[in-house]
């Protein structure tokens, strides 16, 4: 059950809303999914354009859902004060609430009585697929308690900065995926864990505030979180790496939390306030492009025409609308790719910040819950379908030409061309690397107009 509901929530992240696809592959009026050539004798008449005209732009992203009651938690929680030299700045911090520890879904109150404290940790797990730019760097975190309680029944988007009030702990540390070595004394006889995390140590004032505490605190969750609303985990420096972090509960193991080592008649001891399956985990985001290459591109369709940014987080996406379709509303879409090519611009290092690996398609539905909505051809069941179907993954370029991205969008353009359609499905679709709430990964694109590789429809019909 826990593995089904890790995967549901792994495509609700990835898409904000659940879509169900109904393709229709028998019908001779519906296009060509899976982009194979035509092979049989009703489309010997089909007809190839690549002359379609189309106009982009860049444009920015709004808001993205990072915490939604379920729960629904992100994969991997972005953490930095990301410099990076095309796009400016990107700011992540996250904000989490631990809770009493859990049992079997029972909470055990923690007994204190005759503790000698010995240290007070944060433990967060690393998630390598967050990482971005350079990681071997040093970096610094401060941990604040949170001022604003938090709600598992609230909606919480990458906007939602809350409040926070004392500084109770900080690290310097180069991050790294190898694992660490401590010792868990929650059974009988203490085990030696190797896992790959990092450990705050948090000031002795707050772990004997904890364990001096009076009971009437522990006496249930809520009682709890009335005592300590949370920690806000912030980048205390700049630099030019975003690092992430898994604080998902993962088969019943509460990995994340807040560790408290202590002696009771000189036998070490702990307890943890995990980050649990009742506890909100939410991220702070702000990307600034202020001063930085792509802040003319902005909005800007002239500049669009030869350059186009995306990038996760907030972000940017690419605009991309087609303005002259009139002549082919009554066609039959057999094939419809999509070509992006990749652009290089001066001063940028794509071996330190290389493309997005894929790139995916949306369409903008005010109604849906994070606005962008994947377009048909992105397919759920696994990344295997979506790389047959829908493509979008960054290809190296040949003969020197630059790298590019092949995006399948037959479904969509063959829905775009109904004049008597019924969908909410609009004439213009978005690019952007997905899911955007974990992901700080960007492309530098060229535009429509570009002189020489400007974006392109490879268009395969046939008239009815």
């Known amino acids: 059950m826990n593995n089904n509901m890790q995967m549901n929530n792994f495509w609700e992240r990835l898409f904000p809303v659940t879509i169900i696809f109904a393709f229709f592959l028998g019908s001779c009026a519906d296009p060509t999914f899976v982009g194979e050539d035509i092979l049989d004798d009703d489309r ?8 379609i005209t189309i106009e982009s732009r860049t444009v920015r992203g709004d808001s993205v859902l990072t915490y939604s009651p379920g729960p629904i938690w992100l994969s991997a929680y972005l953490l930095g004060d990301y410099q990076d030299p095309i796009f400016g700045n990107t700011y992540s911090e996250i904000y989490a609430q631990p809770t009493l520890e859990l049992s079997q ?8 009585e005759k503790a000698s404290l010995d ?7 690393y998630n390598g697929d967050g990482f971005y730019g350079n990681t071997e760097q040093q970096f610094s975190i401060n941990v604040y308690e949170l001022m604003d309680s938090m709600s598992r029944d609230s909606l919480y988007y990458s906007a939602s900065k809350l409040a926070t009030g004392t500084l109770i702990g900080s690290k310097t540390f180069t991050p790294s995926l190898d694992s660490v070595t401590f010792i868990d ?55 030019d790496g975003m690092i992430s972090f898994d604080l998902v509960p993962t088969n019943g193991a509460y990995d994340a939390g807040i560790y408290v080592y202590f002696k009771r008649d000189t036998i070490p001891t702990q307890y943890r306030f995990p980050i649990s399956y009742s506890s909100p985990v939410s991220a702070y985001m702000n990307n600034d492009y202020t001063g930085s290459v792509v802040e003319p591109a902005i909005g800007n369709a002239d500049f669009s025409d030869s350059l186009a940014f995306v990038q996760g987080t907030e972000g940017l996406l690419l605009e991309l609308n087609f303005p002259n379709l009139e002549g082919l509303r009554d066609v039959v879409v057999n094939k419809a790719e999509l070509l992006v090519p990749v652009a290089s611009v001066s001063g940028d290092n794509p071996d330190l910040f290389p493309s997005a690996e894929r790139l995916y398609a949306f369409y903008y539905n005010e109604d849906a819950i994070g606005n962008y909505v994947p377009i048909d051809d992105v397919l759920l069941p696994n990344s295997g379908v979506i790389d047959v179907v829908f493509g979008g993954l960054v290809e190296e370029g040949a003969n020197g030409e630059p790298d590019i991205y092949r995006l399948n969008i037959s479904a969509w353009f063959q829905e775009m061309l109904k004049d008597d359609r019924e969908s909410d499905i609009p004439d213009v679709i978005y690019l952007t690397p997905s899911p955007r709430s974990e992901r700080v990964s960007r492309s530098i694109l060229y535009g429509a107009q570009h002189p020489q590789y400007p974006i392109k429809l490879n268009l395969t019909y046939t008239s009815q």
């Open 185 to 239: 004394y929650r059974t009988t006889s203490p085990d030696t864990v190797s896992l790959s995390q990092l450990r705050i140590p948090l000031e002795g004032i707050f772990g004997r505030r904890l364990i001096f505490a009076d009971t009437s605190n522990y006496l249930t969750n809520a009682d709890f979180l009335r005592f300590f609303r949370g920690v806000s985990i912030q980048p205390s420096t700049p630099t």
């Open 119 to 125: 240290s007070v940790v944060l433990v967060l797990p």
């Open 105 to 112: 879904l029972s909470y055990l109150r923690p007994d204190f």
């Open 44 to 51: 010997i008449n089909a007809t190839f354009t690549d002359t």
